[in-house]
């Protein structure tokens, strides 16, 4: 197994219990041993010890105050693509209700875009030699991820949902017109999947729960670096639930401003008193500033 973004994913399920964490007043401590992988440097920093204030990025989900699917196609981006698994920067856009049915692509910079443009990129994608090649979702305010699992012989699509089935959910959401756009964006010349899966992995809390964004992401990152988690095909295991919800987003914090650069990271009042929130980090405010000075400090010693 590969040193990623989790560096103690050998014991994820205890995850909770190991960790010394270390938190008041909205700080989150990044326990000994946390190690985290630069995806476009393959450098591994040791970021324990950091604090990440997360008074801001805490409230609400990933959507405050933000276009949720820009942010979730540009922290697909900031991932990127590791091996067998590739991170698109691209999000599927939908809104269902009724007769009402709109679907769109967002780019990673907040452009709606053809189809045809991530249809070829998924191309790209499978003839590269890709295995599994995920795109968020957001649709009606929720997010979760599509995975196309690229087999020998057929595709498989995998649906990745951070709520449970309550209510008969996964049907109303994935059956029908979602999947069968989902299945479209496939290159013509493929055999196209008649089904899918629902994997519920991650644990965002009840209804009124907001993490789902980051969740989301969160599970892109997992599949990334954890080939333990891409074999999971039983669903309600759950990995992470809504225990890890502040280490979820101060971790995401910290990898989207590492793979942004901290030299891009502008933390000058006027443009932070914006609140621009074009990336995941800036949804820290103020606070990015001193988490910003933290890291640059770590990057120094490394």
């Not at 994913?9 to 946390?34: G, H």
Request: contains cysteine.
């Amino acid at each position: 197994m590969k040193i990623g973004i989790l560096a103690l994913t050998l014991s994820a399920l205890n995850l909770a219990a190991m960790e010394a964490i270390k938190k008041d007043n909205n700080l989150y401590k990044f326990s000994p041993n946390t190690l985290i992988k630069l995806n476009k440097t393959n450098e591994v920093i040791d970021i324990s010890d950091i604090t990440v204030n997360l008074k801001d990025i805490s409230v609400g989900g990933i959507g405050r105050g933000a276009d949720a699917s820009t942010l979730l196609a540009h922290s697909m981006r900031m991932l990127g693509n590791e091996l067998n698994v590739c991170n698109m920067p691209f999000a599927v856009e939908a809104s269902v209700d009724g007769s009402w049915d709109k679907k769109s692509i967002v780019s990673d910079q907040g452009i709606d875009v053809d189809a045809g443009l991530l249809r070829k990129a998924l191309e790209e994608g499978i003839n590269q030699g890709f295995k599994y090649i995920n795109i968020p979702i957001d649709m009606n305010g929720h997010a979760s991820l599509a995975t196309f699992v690229i087999l020998d012989d057929k595709i498989e699509v995998r649906f990745y949902d951070s709520f449970g089935d309550l209510n008969n959910f996964y049907e109303k959401r994935y059956a029908g017109s979602l999947f069968n756009f989902i299945a479209s964006l496939l290159p013509e010349h493929v055999q196209k999947p008649t089904d899918y899966t629902v994997l519920h992995l991650l644990y965002q809390g009840d209804e009124n729960s907001t993490g789902c964004g980051y969740y989301t992401i969160y599970t892109a990152m997992l599949l990334r670096d954890d080939e333990d988690f891409r074999r999971q095909e039983a669903t309600g295991v759950i990995w992470f639930d809504q225990h890890h919800d502040s280490r979820i987003r101060a971790l995401l914090a910290v990898a989207t401003m590492l793979e942004f650069g901290l030299e891009n990271v502008n933390i000058k009042y006027e443009y932070v008193s914006q609140n621009y929130n074009r990336y995941l980090f800036e949804k820290l405010g103020f606070s990015k500033k001193a988490l910003k000075l933290a890291l640059e400090e770590k990057m120094k010693n490394h």
